[in-house]
């Protein structure tokens, strides 16, 4: 026993440790980032300002301007998720990193035009984007494999029920970097016997799919002895974590709403719609137009494909996107999801499905109140109607407006199940702000570039439809 303790108090330590170097490094990436723009601040505009502006600066000046960028970088590093180090794969955090960039010194090219009463010249901080982007890769690469080198991949115990496991086994094994399977135990050994298991100096154990009463004894074991555990939450979990807190008498007590968004939340969601929509629409115009000529193009069919959709209370409204299969790619009236290597799409489809240049017709659908521009993703009556027969509960999601993208599409794939969807989406719903839809907004931008995130589905999938179990 005392040797287990140990164990324990040095996972402690090393998960401190872990935290310390992280933060360290993703510090000194931000003040590395930061002294490229201040030396171009210097070089480029702070002259070019004094000369023709006749600004003159003084010490305190130039640091508020300095400031501003850090803070400025530091709050789109912690939206986009640049910040996570050792957590995202490489490629995640230098992409993270990359719209971080975008956008701070976008915003810092107006702030200086803005100074000079004029539009500025690009060139300065295009290069200081350019070498910001070439030390950013260089920088993400060496700290991703300093920390992998440093900190092995953690073992873990996953405990599990009757369900098949291979799906859950898939997804640690494809975060080998982080995460190393040691042993798969079902409960059905007994709850007695993976206590037991649980205290073999495993860096953590992994809850999946086994009764309440089972998994509300092993989180109370493992949380007195120290010990990490990732569960998988249920759909009344995510309920509850949706839940208002109410302190009414001398015990906690957790409300969940029989509405899903209050009225003055509507109506910011409703103003932020329009004034995105007509924004993107003016700007994506010339984009729309030239797919449009192209899909006309390759086979003179319809440019557009309008299709029967469901959004808030399943209210029925025709979805607008870009064509992007053969005109009698559902010839037989039977509705199915796109899937991998589907040969009904055609060569622009697979273009615009990649780059989501066939959702922007929706941008109208949102003008007209069909749709919001961050939601549940519509889906088709009839889907609907084959998800419902084994998940009743996919009905929740339709408990708000259907968006152009959400919370399941940013945080989760195309080929992502149904359940995981559903989970994905009610998170949302039980946690809606306005700060998420505009969260929500700017890392949709990063997905666009994410090629998993539009794979299609895997034959197996369409079937796995996964209930809520409530053992």
């Known amino acids: 026993m005392a040797s287990e303790w140990r164990f324990?108090?040095?996972?402690?330590?090393?998960?401190?440790?872990?935290?310390?170097?992280?933060?360290?490094?993703?510090?000194?990436?931000?003040?590395?980032?930061?002294?490229?723009?201040?030396?171009?601040?210097?070089?480029?505009?702070?002259?070019?300002?004094?000369?023709?502006?006749?600004?003159?600066?003084?010490?305190?000046?130039?640091?508020?301007?300095?400031?501003?960028?850090?803070?400025?970088?530091?709050?789109?590093?912690?939206?986009?998720?640049?910040?996570?180090?050792?957590?995202?794969?490489?490629?995640?955090?230098?992409?993270?990193?990359?719209?971080?960039?975008?956008?701070?010194?976008?915003?810092?090219?107006?702030?200086?035009?803005?100074?000079?009463?004029?539009?500025?010249?690009?060139?300065?901080?295009?290069?200081?984007?350019?070498?910001?982007?070439?030390?950013?890769?260089?920088?993400?690469?060496?700290?991703?494999?300093?920390?992998?080198?440093?900190?092995?991949?953690?073992?873990?115990?996953?405990?599990?029920?009757?369900?098949?496991?291979?799906?859950?086994?898939?997804?640690?094994?494809?975060?080998?970097?982080?995460?190393?399977?040691?042993?798969?135990?079902?409960?059905?050994?007994?709850?007695?016997?993976?206590?037991?298991?649980?205290?073999?100096?495993?860096?953590?154990?992994?809850?999946?799919?086994?009764?309440?009463?089972?998994r509300n004894a092993l989180l109370k074991y493992c949380y007195s002895r120290s010990v990490r555990v990732y569960m998988m939450p249920k759909i009344s979990d995510v309920l509850v974590k949706g839940a208002d807190q109410l302190h009414l008498f001398d015990t906690p007590i957790y409300l969940t709403r029989e509405y899903a968004l209050k009225v003055d939340q509507r109506i910011a969601k409703r103003a932020i719609d329009l004034v995105c929509s007509m924004i993107l629409l003016i700007i994506a115009s010339p984009f729309m137009l030239i797919t449009a000529i192209a899909i006309k193009l390759y086979d003179g069919g319809p440019v557009l494909y309008k299709q029967i959709r469901c959004t808030c209370d399943r209210k029925e409204f025709y979805i607008l996107k870009f064509r992007s299969m053969k005109v009698d790619a559902e010839k037989d009236g039977v509705a199915r999801l796109a899937s991998k290597n589907d040969s009904r799409i055609t060569p622009v489809g697979k273009f615009i499905r990649a780059t989501r240049i066939d959702e922007l017709p929706q941008l109208l659908n949102i003008l007209k109140g069909e749709m919001s521009f961050i939601g549940p993703r519509p889906e088709r009556p009839e889907i609907i109607d084959q998800y419902m027969e084994e998940m009743p509960e996919f009905a929740f999601r339709m408990k708000v407006k259907a968006g152009l993208a959400g919370y399941a599409q940013v945080y989760g794939k195309y080929n992502t199940t149904p359940y995981d969807k559903l989970k994905l989406d009610l998170t949302y719903i039980e946690q809606y702000s306005v700060w998420l839809d505009l969260k929500l907004m700017l890392l949709t931008l990063k997905i666009l570039i994410k090629p998993e995130s539009t794979e299609g589905v895997d034959s197996t999938q369409t079937t796995a439809l996964k209930k809520d179990s409530e053992e």
Request: hydrophobic share 50%.
């Open 8 to 214: 324990l108090i040095v996972m402690r330590r090393m998960e401190t440790l872990k935290r310390i170097i992280i933060l360290q490094l993703s510090f000194f990436g931000l003040l590395l980032h930061t002294a490229i723009y201040a030396y171009f601040w210097f070089e480029e505009y702070y002259p070019f300002l004094k000369i023709h502006r006749n600004f003159r600066f003084y010490f305190k000046g130039h640091v508020l301007i300095i400031l501003i960028y850090f803070v400025l970088l530091f709050f789109f590093a912690s939206t986009y998720g640049a910040l996570k180090i050792g957590y995202l794969k490489s490629v995640d955090v230098f992409i993270s990193e990359f719209f971080s960039l975008l956008f701070v010194n976008v915003i810092s090219y107006f702030q200086i035009s803005l100074m000079a009463n004029w539009v500025v010249k690009v060139g300065p901080i295009a290069k200081t984007m350019i070498l910001q982007t070439v030390i950013s890769a260089v920088w993400v690469f060496i700290c991703n494999a300093f920390y992998y080198k440093a900190f092995p991949p953690r073992g873990i115990l996953i405990v599990h029920g009757e369900r098949p496991i291979n799906d859950i086994v898939a997804k640690f094994e494809s975060r080998k970097d982080k995460y190393k399977i040691e042993k798969c135990m079902n409960i059905s050994e007994g709850i007695d016997a993976v206590k037991e298991e649980v205290m073999k100096q495993y860096g953590a154990v992994v809850l999946w799919d086994i009764s309440a009463s089972d």
